[in-house]
């Protein structure tokens, strides 16, 4: 069964670095997001990505985050300058493309900065 | 603005009881969508189940079903017969009808079931 998948599963950084979490969708789908999830905490939407740019982002995409996916199998989430409040596990998920269409979710990269 | 709650934070059982874990949505959409998933201690999101706005029938699976109701604006999950298996966080959520719309999370509920 074709599944999403993410690497590195952990990854821990100095405050101020820079991180690149990586992914890679179900290969049919269109829609691409990430969402995040300190630790005990509810799952939080950040960005969604359709036809390879950002179809809506939340408050919590700001300058210091962006997505990119630089071939056609992955997709990326970087932060440019990591701070303490960055530390959660990252989700990525991809979809066919519409509402209907569930949301399948890699298993996460947890995110410790330091 | 979409909103999703589970006012239930954690529910501990006995294994063979029956579970319901409550979810009470908002949202302005006339079309959504409402999901559950559920997240074990190994930390992955597992999807559930998918319903959307018109499909107000309840669902069963095995020992899960659901109950969609839009009077009341809920859609709530029960585990019948539950087992120590079904310990994890169980996360209620909310899309609109746009094609790329996001999930909009409860808090989850800690669901823990004891042998």
């Known amino acids: 069964e074709p599944e999403v998948t993410q690497t590195p599963s952990h990854q821990v950084t100095q405050m101020g670095q820079e991180v690149i979490l990586r992914c890679v969708p179900i290969s049919n789908h269109l829609y691409f997001y990430w969402y995040r999830q300190i630790l005990g905490q509810k799952v939080e939407f950040l960005v969604s990505?359709?036809?390879?740019?950002?179809?809506?982002k939340s408050e919590i995409f700001d300058d210091q985050f962006s997505v990119e996916r630089p071939d056609g199998s992955n997709f990326t989430l970087k932060i440019r300058s990591t701070k303490l409040e960055d530390s959660a596990m990252y989700f990525c998920?991809?979809?066919?493309?519409?509402?209907?269409?569930?949301?399948?979710f890699g298993p996460g990269t947890r995110l410790t900065v330091l | 603005a979409q909103k999703v709650t589970q006012a239930q934070t954690e529910i501990s059982v006995v294994e063979k009881e029956d579970v319901t874990l409550d979810c009470v949505y908002e949202?302005?959409?006339?079309?959504?969508?409402l999901f559950w998933y559920k997240q074990p201690p190994s930390g992955e999101l597992a999807f559930l189940i998918r319903?959307?706005?018109?499909?107000?029938q309840n669902e069963i699976s095995g020992r899960y079903s659901w109950n969609f109701q839009k009077s009341t604006s809920s859609f709530n999950f029960t585990i019948t017969a539950s087992q120590v298996v079904d310990s994890a966080v169980y996360f209620c959520?909310?899309?609109?009808?746009?094609?790329?719309?996001?999930?909009?999370f409860g808090k989850g509920t800690k669901l823990t079931v004891n042998p």
């Open positions: 949202t302005r959409d006339t079309t959504y969508y």
């Open positions: 959520a909310l899309s609109g009808q746009g094609g790329s719309e996001k999930l909009v």
């Open positions: 998920a991809s979809s066919e493309g519409t509402s209907y269409n569930e949301q399948f």
């Open positions: 319903r959307n706005s018109f499909d107000e």
């Open positions: 990505f359709y036809n390879n740019e950002i179809s809506e």
